[in-house]
């Protein structure tokens, strides 16, 4: 009976999810060329090398702009995102997301090296953490709440509350994001203004490791000093990249849904029982066990057979009479 229940969760979540992502990408034919969101295409294994060659071949798009005045960088990055969220994914649920974000490529005395996001509807809020050694309160010991710095505290929690959070000590770590990325920042007379990536993400924390490869074109930098015209014309550089890219790969999954909203889904696909073996680990971890000890028997029974003959010759030997 708990097991049926347990299930029933999981197929309850996975149609949140997908209802998510489907409301996502219906929006998508109205973003046409704007690029107020940022846009992904999820690419399976045999499209990662066409992707990638035409990747490679995105600085002589932009050195087709005759004012010069978009310039392509090529940088590569190095990410750990940890996504908080209550058991049942309520933040999800509403559109919201936490997270907590580590660039392995600054410095530690960088502010942006770590930063906690609240993110709700393409509203983002960012702040950076601060590491208390003296634990004084429940929520210091909070792996997320205990980050944040107890002078801006109630205000974080006031914002986290207005998600649908009653007790955000309920928050807790649902997945672990490992990314490398290969971006293409694209520069108007050198400020960054949106850029072109290849992120390929390790998703791991609920029991079986996942793999995803994403083509990404962010959304244009809206504090940029872009007047109207220069946003157009940056917008249709996007589009006929993003259409070259269409007609060079074809059957590519366009999606304007988060990426967390992508990670989950791809985490319920690869494992359609992720919320009961998060939620008791020790499921999983006795069900490893179990494998191994199966695995190991018929080891030792095939070795058992391969010296058959002799145990045979031997109790041949020991069962003679003797004389």
Known sequence: MVNIIETAKAVALYLIVSAAVTQAQAQSSAIECAYDHSTRYVL?????????????SLPEQTQKDPSKKITSELGRIKLTTRYFDTPDLRLLENGSEISFRTNHNLPVYRQEKEVITIAQGGVFQSFNPKNYKQKVTSEDSHPLIGRIQRKYRPEVLARITQ??????LQLQEVLLVDTEVVTHQL??????????????????NFGVPTRLTIFEIERI???????????KQLANLLCT?????????????????SELQIFIQAALHKLPLYNHFRVNPLYFKLGQIAILATIGFLLLYLIQERHHPIRQHW???TSRPRL
Do not use: M, W
Not at 163 to 168: A, F, K, M, S, V
Not at 192 to 197: G, K, L, N, Q
Not at 221 to 231: G, H, I, P, V
């Open 315 to 317: 109790q041949c030997l």
């Open 241 to 257: 990249i993003e259409q070259q890219l269409k007609d060079t790969v074809p059957g590519l999954d366009r999606s304007t849904a």
């Open 187 to 204: 520069r108007f007379f050198g400020n960054p203004i949106t850029a072109i990536s290849i992120k390929s993400h390790a998703i791991s």
């Open 44 to 56: 399976d294994y045999s499209q990662i090398l066409p992707v990638s060659a035409f990747f490679n």
């Open 221 to 231: 930098n809206q504090r940029s000093q872009l007047e109207e015209a220069e946003r």
């Open 163 to 168: 998600l649908g959070i009653d007790n955000p």
